[in-house]
């Protein structure tokens, strides 16, 4: 092999390592500071790159780096409540469904370890309007969330599309928050010695079963809708 083979073989090679520094720097600098107050000149310093525009060259722009840094993410959440699910059938509570949903991300955090960014760093990109429609599409991709739906829909009272879409977004924004928090505690040292992962789970799908349980103002149902949402949530 001659020495210029042997460097086009190892150029793919250089080229994943630095797009894996990339994202490690970016994902830990937006969870940090936001995804927009930091630039690709800082992540790339962070990333232990001299040339100003090598994240522009490796992942164009900043929808496309955040992207690739869920991405990164979502084969392990994805494998995580594709397991879930093999345990569900059409005998399973409203508890086990919203399991299926939720758990999947602390679970994943938990196999980080103490010294993960993903949750902050889902937080932060949840606070900006024009990344939203990233972070939704690529929900929307994942064929497991989507079962996990179906099955948690079939046992819920029948919603107003508006609703359920509200409720939807209000799930997703307290597990993504809460699993930030906890994320945070953990890296300070906050958090309580007896508190894991697993409890962590098990808190927030307690509370998103009670949120998609919750009773629907009667002032924004037809009434004939209405009077069926009394009959059905007692």
């Not at 959440?77 to 059409?90: A, H, I, S």
């Not at 359920?164 to 300070?188: D, F, I, K, P, T």
């Amino acid at each position: 092999m001659t020495v210029d083979s042997r460097s086009e073989k190892t150029r793919p090679d250089r080229a994943a390592a630095t797009r894996d520094r990339i994202l490690d720097a970016a994902e830990r600098l937006f969870a940090e500071r936001g995804v927009l107050a930091v630039s690709n000149r800082q992540i790339g310093e962070a990333a232990g790159q001299g040339n100003n525009s090598v994240v522009g060259y490796h992942f164009g722009g900043r929808s496309e780096l955040v992207l690739a840094i869920l991405r990164r993410h979502a084969v392990a959440v994805e494998k995580l409540r594709t397991d879930l699910l093999t345990r569900v059938g059409p005998g399973s509570a409203l508890h086990d469904w919203v399991g299926c949903i939720v758990r999947p991300l602390p679970a994943h955090l938990a196999e980080l370890g103490d010294q993960s960014w993903h949750a902050r760093f889902l937080a932060q990109a949840s606070n900006e309007p024009t990344l939203r429609a990233v972070i939704r599409a690529d929900a929307k991709a994942s064929l497991s969330l989507r079962q996990a739906r179906e099955g948690m829909f079939r046992l819920l009272p029948a919603l107003p599309a508006e609703v359920r879409a509200e409720r939807g977004e209000m799930s997703r924004l307290v597990v993504v928050h809460m699993c930030a928090e906890y994320e945070r505690a953990l890296q300070n040292g906050a958090a309580s010695p007896n508190r894991t992962w697993e409890m962590a789970a098990a808190r927030l799908v307690d509370a998103v079963v009670g949120l998609w349980l919750a009773p629907v103002t009667p002032a924004v149902l037809e009434p004939d809708a209405a009077q069926r949402w009394r009959q059905l949530s007692g």
